[in-house]
């Protein structure tokens, strides 16, 4: 699979092993254990169109206590969960050409 400039993949777990080259440019990975799933609002429910997926947009963990208007109208049941997912293990690693 080769990706392209720009291209941001919905926070997933996949259910096999993975390899990657970076050939030219960069790419910005956030990863996350098994075990921090819970936390993560993933999916596991086979037939749910959204399995093994995220329903977190996780660009508003920012928001917390920001104080702003867009935390202000967030749903409670989303802060919730950001507030949980906030606390999860993650590793934020960026791969360079040649790694």
């Known amino acids: 699979r080769f990706g392209e400039r720009g291209v941001t993949a ?15 440019g960069a790419k910005r990975y956030i990863l996350s254990p098994p075990n ?7 999916v596991v429910y086979k037939k749910h169109p ?33 507030e949980i997912a906030k606390e999860a293990l993650t590793i934020d690693t960026v791969l360079k050409a040649g790694e």
């Open 10 to 24: 919905a926070t997933h777990y996949d259910a096999g092993r993975n390899m990657i080259a970076m050939i030219s």
């Open 36 to 42: 921090a799933c819970p936390k993560l609002g993933m």
């Open 50 to 82: 959204a399995f093994r997926h995220s329903l977190l947009n996780f660009g508003h963990i920012s928001l917390l206590e920001s104080g702003s208007q867009d935390e202000m109208d967030m749903p409670s049941t989303e802060r919730e969960w950001l």
